[in-house]
């Protein structure tokens, strides 16, 4: 008799499971607590599986032998504590994917940055003219490439959700980026919960593989201090570069590795900002290790065109600049993109707040910030935490009144800058939806 595995969560990652599970010869049922996207349920009904929505059947739930759960659902959510305690396995969509898979997975996590770099990564290698596949949080889910597709490499952004479902998969170039507070809800609000879960990228790591990861992060300092890794392991920084890793000397960047030295002037990357530098030695590095050779991967960090709703320079309304940073959804993301600002700016902030410390943007509020507008049901901590700074601070609850007021405020040649810090749940269906009504709003100027 066929296995049972049961989906649950039929977006990017359950559908793309269902299929693979499918072609691996099991039994499938794909369940989904909420509406599924019609999209998704054309695909399901059209390959003939077996699904519901708007609910999660027990008897159809618990004879499974194996369930694959979307990054989502929250180990809390009362099926899966039923599921554990009855000792049925529960994995993610990237673990299942990677046990049918000989590629090279090269797999990017960190706090901020991870989707600059796993594109970044993607495009070095599509340039250089690799079988290359991108998956993970973006493009078509890891499990239906693998069922559909023949790819050799895997560039794949992993979120600590993904992470916490992963028990065998192995990635060969690991990349932690960096690690700052967020997500604490899901981590009972404790730090190590999180670090350990980002960790959970080099497990499974031989001393065959390497592990690429940011030399001027305190967190990942430490906690390298306690660990002993298998892989080899590659430092980046804005220091000068290690024997094997990189660094910047005079405007610079330096990646040594293996007794080939790969050099760019910084002004040439066409990612700016100190961020963007880190991202870039991480993309460098994981070329370089894939013996992709220095002229294509300085081509491709020339002519990179960067990330929709990351620091996006977007449009001038009468001198005016407005910048979609609407991927910004923790405190870190936002210090980046406040860091970058050189006009006076009109900040937009606020959404469903995942335990934020404002305090630590005090300076670059009080240097670089003419006025606040928040955008959220409950704005009551940002205007709490940032209304002794003696700015101006306006209360909004739609995107069209956030813009309106934002440009009321700026003058021309200033800034208007969407970064939220939060996340997009309270008002809009996903950090996507938020940069795109934001845009809409500013043409609409």
């Not at 790591?205 to 892989?231: G, M, W």
């Not at 570069?241 to 790969?262: D, H, L, S, T």
């Not at 928040?374 to 909004?396: H, P, Q, W, Y």
């Amino acid at each position: 008799m066929n296995k049972r595995v049961v989906i649950l969560g039929a977006a990017e990652s359950g559908v793309g499971a269902a299929i693979l599970a499918r072609k691996q010869g099991f039994d499938v049922f794909v369940s989904d607590l909420g509406t599924i996207k019609e999209k998704y349920k054309a695909e399901l009904i059209q390959r003939g599986f077996d699904y519901e929505e708007g609910r999660h059947s027990e008897e159809k739930i618990i004879n499974a032998d194996l369930v694959v759960k979307s990054p989502g659902i929250p180990d809390k959510a009362p099926i899966i504590v039923l599921l554990k305690e009855k000792g049925i396995p529960v994995i993610s969509e990237i673990e299942f994917a990677g046990r049918y898979t000989s590629a090279k997975k090269i797999c990017v996590t960190g706090s901020n940055g991870k989707t600059t770099t796993t594109l970044l990564i993607y495009h070095i290698y599509q340039k250089a003219g690799l079988n290359v596949g991108l998956a993970g949080n973006m493009g078509q889910s890891l499990a239906w490439q693998v069922a559909e597709n023949d790819f050799d490499y895997y560039v794949i952004e992993l979120s600590s959700f993904q992470l916490d479902g992963m028990y065998e998969f192995k990635a060969e170039i690991a990349i932690l980026l960096n690690i700052t507070p967020d997500h604490l809800d899901r981590y009972d609000h404790n730090m190590q919960n999180y670090i350990n879960s980002k960790f959970r990228i080099t497990q499974n790591q031989t001393a065959d593989d390497v592990f690429i990861y940011c030399a001027d992060d305190p967190v990942l300092n430490h906690e390298l201090s306690k660990r002993k890794l298998a892989a080899l392991c590659i430092p980046f920084g804005l220091g000068a570069p290690p024997a094997e890793g990189a660094g910047i000397i005079e405007n610079k960047m330096i990646i040594n590795w293996k007794q080939n030295i790969f050099t760019m002037s910084i002004l040439d990357i066409a990612l700016q900002g100190s961020h963007n530098t880190y991202n870039s030695m991480a993309a460098g590095i994981s070329g370089m290790v894939v013996n992709i050779r220095n002229e294509k991967i300085r081509e491709s960090m020339a002519d990179f065109k960067g990330v929709e709703h990351r620091l996006e320079r977007f449009l001038k309304v009468h001198g005016i600049e407005f910048i979609n940073d609407s991927k910004a959804t923790n405190i870190n993301s936002t210090w980046y993109a406040l860091e970058t600002m050189t006009q006076k700016t009109v900040w937009i902030v606020g959404g469903i707040d995942k335990g934020n410390d404002y305090s630590e943007l005090y300076d670059l509020v009080k240097a670089k910030v003419k006025a606040i507008v928040c955008l959220g049901l409950d704005n009551s901590k940002i205007l709490e935490a940032f209304r002794n700074l003696g700015i101006d601070m306006v209360e909004t609850q739609s995107m069209d009144d956030a813009v309106r007021s934002a440009y009321y405020l700026a003058k021309k040649g200033e800034t208007v800058l969407l970064s939220p810090a939060c996340a997009s749940f309270d008002l809009f269906e996903n950090y996507e939806d938020r940069g795109h009504q934001f845009k809409h709003a500013v043409r609409a100027l």
